[in-house]
């Protein structure tokens, strides 16, 4: 095809997409004209990027830690953005839902290496300081990672295991909702009161993930897999990537937040509490907490064991 032929052939494509607007083709190629050309720095809004790293302190290592965050938060994005195409997908296309748990996977393994960081990357004593201006705030309040959750399996699974006997999916979503394990993180055992980090987060974003659950009780990533026709469900390679999710979501990421945590807040024996007022020892550990995405996909054993071995990794003093 000729290079005027070409051209031609592109505007009658674009006079039929522009048809149905109410304005004709000339319009749109008049905005064109006049639009000024595209610059890297305005695509990605690279100055409002720039300016959203606001310290509370003056202490210079709060910065990395409130940029490290906004990092994190933007991967959880890219993870959700892939999860909600697996979740829409009708298709049940072996290749597409392998390709996108890959896409997570690697999102996850991105987040994992980088949480050194946070964990070689500041000093001590300027963390211990800064953070008392922090108070209530702490990532346990972080929204995004509660949506991964709710979209990846049903919400009988992030059931506390303690209690997770008493309910299956027969209940309610709000009541399996109430229930759900990181809410005992952000609560005083003793009492049962809820802290404030916990109150405000529940103010701010319980009807939101309600919504979301309720949107997906019958689609989450893991219906997604059980409604794969059975030589799908049985692929070697879609089921492999499924576990790897399982371990970098709740067993590698947990246990680098657990990394950080004894590097900031355990020296000597002596603990210091979270800014959240959160258990943080009792509520990394993907052990205390067996959350486990897809769980038809174990064994008893590996079940049992869930998290343990790396977990004694981090207690065991021998190790570090």
């Known amino acids: 095809m000729k290079n005027d032929e070409r051209i031609e052939s592109q505007i009658n494509k674009l006079e039929e997409k522009y048809k149905n607007s109410g304005q004709d083709l000339s319009s749109y190629l008049d905005g064109l004209l006049y639009q000024r050309y595209l610059t890297y720095w305005d695509y990605i809004h690279l100055d409002t ?7 509370r302190t003056h202490f210079p290592d709060e910065e990395i830690f409130i940029m490290y965050h906004q990092i994190t938060e933007l991967y959880f994005k890219l ?3 892939e999860q909600k195409q697996i979740v829409e997908d009708k298709s049940q296309d072996l290749a597409f839902f392998i390709e996108k748990v890959n896409r997570i996977n690697n999102y996850f393994k991105a987040l994992t290496s980088s949480f050194g960081i946070m964990i070689r990357g500041m000093e001590r ?10 108070l209530p705030a702490s990532g346990f309040q972080s929204v995004q990672y509660r949506m991964i959750e709710i979209y990846a399996t049903p919400l009988e699974n992030l059931v506390h295991y303690t209690e997770r006997e008493n309910y299956s999916k027969k209940d309610g979503i709000e009541e399996l909702f109430e229930h759900i394990y990181w809410k005992k993180g952000a609560t005083d055992l003793t009492s049962g009161e809820k802290t404030l980090t916990l109150k405000q987060f529940e103010f701010r974003y319980t009807p939101r993930l309600l919504r979301i659950a309720n949107q997906v009780k019958h ?3 893991y219906h997604k897999y059980l409604q794969l026709p059975e030589d799908a469900r049985n692929d070697e390679t879609l089921i492999k990537s499924l576990k790897d999710l399982d371990l970098n979501a709740n067993v590698n990421w947990p246990l ?3 990394g950080s945590a004894y590097r900031y807040l355990a020296k000597e024996n002596k603990e210091v509490d979270a800014t959240g007022g959160t258990n943080w020892k009792d509520f990394l550990p993907p052990s205390f907490q067996k959350i486990i995405f897809f769980p038809t996909l174990y064994s008893e054993e590996e079940l049992d064991m869930w998290g343990k ?3 004694d990794h981090i207690f065991n003093p021998a190790n570090k």
């Open 256 to 258: 680098m937040h657990m």
């Open 309 to 311: 071995q790396w977990v």
């Open 125 to 134: 004593e300027q963390f211990l300081r800064y953070r008392m201006a922090l």
């Open 219 to 221: 689609s989450n990533i």
């Open 79 to 81: 993870i959700l953005h």
């Open 49 to 55: 990027l720039l300016s959203i790293q606001v310290p």
